[in-house]
């Protein structure tokens, strides 16, 4: 997968939505997260270079075909575009970086990701000891309890937890199976 496609994607998995909604909301001003326009900005000169790293990896190919065919006055002209070629890649590394490091701010900017809308409400958080029952019950149907296999079975039941209390929960229900 390319490092554009790849940068596209995690950016519309951040926000939860697909680009062409980010760039529209961009364009009329109304996410209200003042670090879109700049990922979307970078996201379009990344486009950009890939544009031209494309087109010059086709001129590389090109002279070097013509090259091997015995056209050795080409060599100087076969180092240029490999050259090219090269410094155009470090650029579009660079610049996907660059975005990676944007929605990195987004989530340090405390603007979580939009979620899509679930199909099916979910109840509210429970207290720490009803959702130890109900990991109990999903640990006893489960064949090897990991961190997966535990958050899926809570989610199944409409339980959504974060990460580290996902943890804790494991580790007292490790405890209780294993007391030594």
């Known amino acids: 997968m390319s490092t554009v496609i790849h940068t596209r ?59 091997r065919s015995g056209e050795h006055a080409l060599d100087d002209l076969v180092l240029r575009y490999a050259a090219e070629v090269v410094d155009l890649e470090r650029q579009e590394q660079s610049e996907a970086e660059a975005v990676w490091d944007l929605l990195d701010v987004r989530l340090l900017l405390d603007q979580p990701a939009a979620r899509r809308p679930s199909a099916r409400r979910t109840a509210p958080a429970p207290g720490d000891e009803d959702l130890m029952a109900i990991a109990r019950q999903v640990a006893a149907r489960l064949p090897r309890l990991n961190r997966e296999a535990l958050r899926q079975g809570l989610r199944d039941r409409g339980i959504h937890v974060s990460n580290r209390r996902l943890g804790t929960v494991l580790q007292r229900l490790r405890a209780e199976r294993d007391p030594h």
């Open 9 to 67: 994607l995690l950016v519309e998995h951040r926000y939860g939505r697909p680009l062409e909604d980010l760039r529209r909301d961009g364009a009329h001003g109304g996410s209200g997260d003042p670090v879109l326009p700049i990922v979307l900005r970078r996201l379009g000169g990344l486009a950009e270079t890939n544009a031209h790293a494309r087109a010059a990896r086709r001129n590389l190919d090109a002279a070097w075909q013509r090259c």
